[in-house]
C-alpha cells in the first residue's frame, strides 16, 4: 500500500532538492549586484513606470463578487435536495414547497439587488 | 491506509494554523482568510467522522454533512458581510492594518 | 390555534416586506416603515399566547430540530418585546443614521435600518427553539451577520466601522470554536440533536473527553455571545462604537439568546462534573472583572457595556445554580432596565456625547428623562421594590439551594461596587450643576409612552413577579 505513494515521495524529493541547490548555487556562485535606483525600478531600459503598482479598481467589483459567492454557494443546498427529491415528492409535497420557499427568499434577494442599482454599470 | 485520526489531526493541525494566524497576522484580509481556515478545519473533521463512524445500516451519518452545507454558505455570507465592512473601513480610513484601529481606547 | 413555527415565519416575511417596500417605492416617509414593523411585532407578540406550549415531540423530523415548550416561547416573548423596544430607539435615532454619506438624504438607509432588527429578531426566535446543533448554529449566525451590517451601520462613522471590524473578527472567532466544538461532540456521540446526546452521553462507554472537550469549545463560543469574562474583550469598545439602539439590542437580545442555548447545551452536560467547576470559575471571573472594571468609567456607553459584563455575571451564577426560573426571571428585569438606561442614553447624547458630563444637571433640564434615568440606575443596581432586586434575589436564592455559598459571597461583595458606580451617574443627574447653554430635552409621544412602560414594569415586577412565573410554567 504505502510503496504505491514511493513515486510520488521521490518525486517530491526531487522537486525540493532542486528547489534548495538552485537556490544554495546561487547563493554561492552568484555575485551581489551593485544596487542603483535604476537597477531597482521594474523596467531597468523601458519606461519609467507611472502610477501605483497596484491600480484601483472601481468597488463595484467587489460588489458583484460579493453576490456571486452568495448565490453561487445556494446552490449546494439543490444537491441533497435533488438526490432525495424523485424518492421522495410521493406523499411529501412539503418537499416541493420547502425547496420553492428557499428560491423564492433567493429571488427577494436577487430582486433588491437589482433595485438598489447593484448591477447597474451606467454610473 | 488513512484513519479516522489522520484526519482528525490534519483538521487540528488546519485549525490550530487559522486560529495563530488571527492571532498573529496584523491585515484584517489575513485575518479573514484565517478564520475561514478555522471553518474549514471543522468542515474536514465533520466529513471524516460522518465517513468513519457508520451506522447500523452501514451508512455514514448525513447529519453531520448537511451540516458541513451549512457551514460553507454561513461562511460565505460572512466573508460577504465582513469584506463589505472591510471596504467602507478602507475608503474611511486608507488602512486594513490593525494596528491603525484604534480610535476607540482599548 | 396557531402553530409555533409560524411566528418566525410572520416576523421574516415581515422583514422582507419592509425591505421589498424600501427598495421598490422612493418617495414617501420612511418612517412608516418603523411603525409598519412595531405594529406587525406588536400583533405577533399577542398571538405567541394563542400558541399552546407542546411538550410532546411529534414524530415528524421536523420538530427533531425545533422545541416549542413554554420556556421557548417565553424567550421568543423576551425576542419581540426587545426588538420592538429598539425599533422604538431606531427613531429618535434616525437622524444620525446617514450622517456624514455624501449626497444622502436624512431618509436614505432608515428601511433597511427598521429591517434589520426583525431577521435579527427572527434569528433569536429560533434560537430560543433550537434543540439540534445545526438550528442552533445557523440562527446564532442570523443574529450574528445581521449584526455586523447594524454595528457597522453609520458607516461614514469610523468609530462605528471599527466597532463592527472587532467584532466581526472576534465574533468570527467564536463561529470558529463553535463548529468546531459541535465536530467533537458529534464525533464522540455521534449525534447533533441535544436530547440524542443527552441519552448517549449518559450511557456508558463513550470517549468522554472527547465530549467534554467539544463541550468547552461550545461554552467558549457562548461566552463570547454572552459577553463573560475572559471572553469580553470586545464588548467595551463594540458598544462604545456600535449606533446606541444596536448597543442596546446587542445587550439584550444577544444575551438574551445566548443564555437560552447555554441552558439547553449544558443540559445533557451536567453529567460531566468538570463542566460545573468551569462554569463556576468563569463566573466568579465575571462578576468581578464586569464590576471593577465599571468603576473608573466615564464614558456612559462603556460603562453601560462593563455593567452588562456584570449582570452577566448574575446570570451565570443562576446558570450554576441550574434555575431556568431565575435566568429568565432575571433577563426580564434586565430587558426592562437596559432599554429604559439605553432610551435615555439616545435622548441625552444627541447634542453632548456619551460623557458622564453630558447628564449633569438633567433633573432640570428634564424631570422626566432624569427619574426615568434614577429608576434605571436603582434597578440595575438591585434597589429593593425594584424588578433587578428581585432578579438578583432569586439568583442568589437559587446559589443557595445549590450550595454555591463562595458564589453568593462574591457576587453580593460585588452588588456594593455596583452601588458606587450606577451612583455615580445618579449623582450627575441630580447634584451637578447644568452647562450654561442647555435647553430642554424634547421627548417625542411615541418614545414617551415606552418609557413610562418600561418605568412601570420596573416597579410592577418588583412587587409582583407571579406573572413570569405563570408564564414560564404553563
Known sequence: MLRDYLPVLLQIIVAVGFAASALIVSVLLGKAGRRTPIKDSPYECGMVPIGEAQPRFSVRFYLIAMLFILFDLEIVFMYPWAVVYRDMIHGHPVVFWSMLSFVSMLMIGYVYALRKGVLDWRN | MTTLGDYLTVSGILFAVGFSGVLLRRNVIIIFMALELMLNAANLSLVAFSRFRLGEDGLPSYNAQVLVFFIITVAAAEVAVGLAIIVALYRARRTTHVEDINSLKF | ?474
Open chain 3, 1 to 474: 390555534m396557531i402553530s409555533a413555527p409560524y411566528l418566525e415565519v410572520a416576523v421574516l416575511v415581515l422583514g422582507t416586506v419592509i425591505l421589498l417596500i424600501e427598495s421598490f417605492f422612493s418617495k414617501f416617509d420612511r418612517r412608516y416603515l418603523g411603525y409598519a414593523a412595531l405594529v406587525g411585532l406588536a400583533l405577533i407578540f399577542l398571538a405567541t399566547f394563542f400558541i399552546a406550549p407542546q411538550s410532546t415531540m411529534s414524530s415528524a423530523p421536523f420538530w427533531n430540530f425545533y422545541s416549542a415548550d413554554a420556556t421557548s416561547l417565553f424567550f421568543k416573548r423576551i425576542a419581540l418585546a426587545t426588538t420592538a423596544g429598539v425599533i422604538v430607539m431606531m427613531f429618535d435615532f434616525a437622524a444620525l443614521v446617514s450622517s456624514g454619506v455624501q449626497g444622502a438624504t436624512p431618509q436614505s438607509g432608515l428601511g433597511e435600518f427598521f429591517a434589520l432588527p426583525l431577521f435579527t429578531c427572527a434569528g433569536l426566535m429560533w434560537m430560543a427553539s433550537a434543540i439540534d446543533f445545526v438550528l442552533i448554529f445557523v440562527s446564532l449566525e442570523l443574529v450574528t451577520i445581521s449584526f455586523y451590517v447594524l454595528v457597522g451601520f453609520t458607516r461614514r462613522n469610523p468609530a462605528s466601522l471599527e466597532a463592527a471590524v472587532k467584532y466581526l473578527v472576534l465574533s468570527a472567532v467564536a463561529t470558529g470554536f463553535l463548529v468546531y466544538g459541535i465536530t467533537w461532540i458529534f464525533g464522540a456521540t455521534g449525534e447533533t440533536n441535544l436530547q440524542k446526546i443527552a441519552t448517549v452521553l449518559s450511557g456508558t462507554g463513550l470517549e468522554q473527553n472527547a465530549a467534554l472537550f467539544g463541550g468547552v469549545l461550545v461554552i467558549i463560543a457562548l461566552g463570547f455571545k454572552i459577553a463573560a469574562v475572559p471572553f469580553h474583550i470586545w464588548v467595551a469598545d463594540v458598544y462604545q462604537g456600535a449606533p446606541t439602539p444596536v448597543t442596546a439590542y446587542l445587550s439584550v437580545g444577544s444575551k438574551a439568546a445566548g443564555f437560552i442555548v447555554l441552558l439547553r447545551v449544558l443540559d445533557p452536560f451536567l453529567i460531566l462534573p468538570q463542566m460545573q467547576t468551569l462554569l463556576v470559575a468563569i463566573a466568579v471571573l465575571t462578576l468581578i472583572y464586569g464590576n471593577l472594571a465599571a468603576l473608573p468609567q466615564t464614558n456612559v456607553k462603556r460603562l453601560l457595556a462593563y455593567s452588562s459584563i456584570a449582570h452577566a455575571g448574575y446570570l451565570l451564577v443562576a446558570v450554576v445554580s441550574f434555575s431556568g426560573r431565575a435566568v429568565a426571571f432575571y433577563l426580564v428585569a434586565y430587558l426592562l432596565m437596559t432599554l429604559l438606561s439605553f432610551a435615555v442614553l439616545i435622548l441625552v447624547s444627541q447634542p453632548a456625547g456619551d460623557q458622564l458630563e453630558s447628564f449633569a444637571g438633567l433633573s432640570q433640564r428634564s424631570p422626566f428623562l432624569a427619574f426615568a434615568m434614577l429608576v434605571a440606575m436603582a434597578s440595575l443596581a438591585g434597589v429593593p421594590f425594584t424588578a433587578g432586586f428581585l432578579g438578583k434575589f432569586l439568583v442568589f436564592d437559587a446559589a443557595i439551594a445549590t450550595h454555591h455559598f463562595g458564589l453568593v459571597v462574591v457576587a453580593i461583595v460585588t452588588v456594593g461596587a455596583g452601588f458606587y458606580y450606577y451612583f455615580k451617574v445618579v449623582r450627575a443627574i441630580y447634584w451637578d450643576a447644568p452647562p450654561a447653554s442647555t435647553d430642554k430635552i424634547i421627548v417625542s409621544p411615541l418614545t414617551r409612552v415606552a418609557l413610562i412602560a418600561l418605568i412601570a414594569g420596573t416597579f410592577v415586577l418588583g412587587v409582583y413577579p407571579q406573572p413570569i412565573f405563570d408564564a414560564l410554567a404553563r
